[in-house]
């Protein structure tokens, strides 16, 4: 009781992302909030995905009153309150006891959609059950195809609606943050780490405790059954035998074995979107990984218009990396997306609430949509194209104001 009112007090004085992440890095050991908050090398392309969406500029209409901007729409058929699924984002059990179960919790009552990941800390199983028809699933392959083939019959089974292949972990990315914390997701519990961690561990008493009355799991749940070595993101060293992302190949075994909708998640240019397309698929989300894979790979908005123009009137595009702000969905919706995933917020609300916290996180990002529709004159989401957004480049220049 105690602790879920200062749970509340906290997540009351949480304004924004900034302040969610602030308070999750006192909140996590360092290697946890490393393994959710860093990039890959450089992290150039990490940065360069939110100053990609801070460099669009509004073009807002004035004398419009918007008393109710409406923002609900459909994904495939499947209506959401609002065009913001929360991403997939394996290790979280390590984040917060309730891991995916609160997420998709959050996501349901939120009205939309969690997307859930191979690696998630509860089975596909428990976490469908937690929010009946509102999930997504997710795809890695683990241990060849077998494994593969394994989750794609268990998500059909447990009712998952759409399958969201995953091709950009060829191999685990350098991440230096990692390596340098020492931090893998699926390390054993052994007298070494204890020795490795045990300083950054004591510093977060309240984390350790909670982690250790959740079993200290480090499983990912769904490989539970399966041999060891089909265990992948064993950070640094991710791949042991075929446990890397899905090919073409994959992705054609998955249309051929799953009914409802298929999307590629990953896609940076317009030919893997008519590849994508090509292969049958419906949908696909523009995204780098959050900047935790290829360094040096392009801002999503940066690549977004190319996609939307080749393959936009044919698929479902969505798009995720560096939406921090509600007026950052607006953007990617006039570039073309369907709707975007939200990432890091969701997880530093995970760390600080629970299911209340990503609950928290999402409807920040709800209103403050809805407060950006009204000062731009805009009443409805499906009213959004490049006309609500300036040209790229300097926008005095182009005025003739300054000379090139
Ligand atoms: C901690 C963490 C774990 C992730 N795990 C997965 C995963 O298991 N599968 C996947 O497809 N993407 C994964 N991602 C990538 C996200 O789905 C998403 O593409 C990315 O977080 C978007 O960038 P943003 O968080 O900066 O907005 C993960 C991201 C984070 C931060």
Same mark, same amino acid.
Request: glycine share 10%.
């Given at each position: 009781?105690?602790?879920?009112?200062?749970?509340?007090?906290?997540l009351a004085?949480v304004l924004n992302y900034e302040d969610a992440?602030?308070?999750?890095?006192?909140?996590?050991?360092?290697?946890?909030?490393?393994?959710?908050?860093?990039?890959?090398?450089?992290?150039?392309?990490?940065?360069?995905?939110?100053?990609?969406?801070?460099?669009?500029?509004?073009?807002?209409?004035?004398?419009?009153?918007?008393?109710?901007?409406?923002?609900?729409?459909?994904?495939?058929?499947?209506?959401?309150?609002f065009?913001v699924?929360?991403?997939?984002?394996?290790?979280?059990?390590?984040?917060?006891?309730?891991?995916?179960?609160?997420?998709?919790?959050a996501?349901?009552?939120a009205?939309?959609?969690?997307?859930?990941?191979?690696?998630?800390?509860?089975?596909?199983?428990?976490?469908?059950?937690?929010?009946?028809?509102?999930?997504?699933?997710?795809?890695?392959?683990?241990?060849?195809? &077998? $494994?593969?083939?394994?989750?794609?019959?268990? #998500?059909?089974?447990?009712?998952?609606?759409? =399958? @969201?292949?995953? /091709?950009?972990?060829?191999?685990?990315?350098?991440?230096?943050?990692?390596?340098?914390?020492?931090?893998?997701?699926?390390?054993?519990?052994?007298?070494?780490?204890?020795?490795?961690?045990?300083?950054?561990?004591?510093?977060?008493?309240?984390?350790?405790?909670?982690?250790?009355?959740?079993?200290?799991?480090?499983?990912?749940?769904?490989?539970?059954?399966?041999?060891?070595?089909?265990?992948?993101?064993?950070?640094?060293?991710?791949?042991?035998?075929?446990?890397?992302?899905?090919?073409?190949?994959?992705?054609?075994?998955?249309?051929?074995?799953?009914?409802?909708?298929?999307?590629?998640?990953?896609?940076?240019?317009?030919?893997?979107?008519?590849?994508?397309?090509?292969?049958?698929?419906?949908?696909?989300?523009?995204?780098?990984? &959050? $900047?935790?894979?290829?360094?040096?790979?392009? #801002?999503?908005?940066?690549?977004?218009?190319? =996609? @939307?123009?080749? /393959?936009?009137?044919?698929?479902?595009?969505?798009?995720?990396?560096?939406v921090r702000r509600g007026g950052d969905v607006?953007?990617?919706?006039?570039?073309?997306?369907?709707?975007?995933?939200l990432?890091?917020p969701y997880?530093w609300g995970?760390?600080l609430?629970?299911?209340d916290g990503v609950a928290h996180m999402v409807e920040m990002v709800r209103t403050e949509m809805q407060r950006s529709?009204?000062?731009?004159?805009?009443?409805?989401?499906?009213?959004?194209?490049?006309?609500?957004?300036?040209?790229?480049?300097?926008?005095?220049?182009?005025?003739?104001?300054?000379?090139?």
């Amino acid at each position: 009781m105690a602790l879920s009112k200062l749970q509340r007090t906290r997540l009351a004085r949480v304004l924004n992302y900034e302040d969610a992440r602030r308070l999750a890095k006192r909140t996590l050991p360092r290697g946890v909030f490393d393994y959710v908050d860093g990039g890959a090398e450089d992290e150039v392309t990490l940065r360069r995905n939110t100053e990609a969406f801070q460099e669009l500029r509004f073009r807002p209409r004035m004398g419009i009153w918007v008393a109710e901007p409406a923002v609900s729409t459909t994904l495939f058929g499947q209506h959401v309150s609002f065009p913001v699924l929360t991403a997939p984002c394996g290790g979280m059990r390590l984040v917060h006891p309730q891991a995916d179960v609160g997420v998709a919790r959050a996501a349901a009552s939120a009205g939309t959609i969690h997307v859930v990941s191979s690696a998630s800390g509860f089975s596909l199983e428990e976490i469908a059950e937690s929010s009946p028809d509102r999930h997504w699933f997710q795809l890695y392959r683990y241990r060849g195809r &077998g $494994g593969m083939e394994n989750l794609v019959h268990r #998500a059909k089974a447990a009712g998952y609606q759409a =399958i @969201v292949v995953t /091709v950009d972990i060829q191999v685990g990315a350098k991440r230096e943050r990692d390596w340098r914390n020492g931090f893998s997701y699926s390390m054993r519990v052994n007298v070494a780490n204890a020795l490795r961690l045990g300083p950054q561990l004591a510093r977060r008493p309240f984390w350790l405790a909670r982690y250790i009355l959740d079993g200290m799991p480090f499983q990912l749940a769904n490989t539970a059954g399966m041999t060891p070595d089909a265990v992948p993101m064993a950070l640094p060293e991710m791949t042991s035998a075929g446990s890397h992302s899905p090919t073409w190949d994959d992705v054609a075994w998955v249309r051929q074995n799953f009914d409802g909708p298929v999307l590629v998640k990953g896609v940076l240019t317009a030919e893997d979107g008519r590849k994508a397309l090509d292969m049958g698929c419906d949908g696909l989300v523009v995204s780098n990984h &959050g $900047g935790r894979q290829l360094d040096g790979a392009p #801002a999503t908005m940066d690549v977004l218009p190319e =996609i @939307v123009e080749a /393959v936009g009137d044919q698929l479902e595009i969505l798009a995720d990396g560096g939406v921090r702000r509600g007026g950052d969905v607006l953007k990617a919706l006039a570039l073309g997306a369907k709707a975007v995933l939200l990432g890091r917020p969701y997880v530093w609300g995970l760390a600080l609430g629970g299911q209340d916290g990503v609950a928290h996180m999402v409807e920040m990002v709800r209103t403050e949509m809805q407060r950006s529709m009204q000062l731009m004159g805009c009443s409805s989401i499906h009213d959004l194209d490049r006309s609500w957004l300036m040209p790229p480049g300097n926008a005095l220049n182009r005025s003739g104001i300054l000379p090139d």
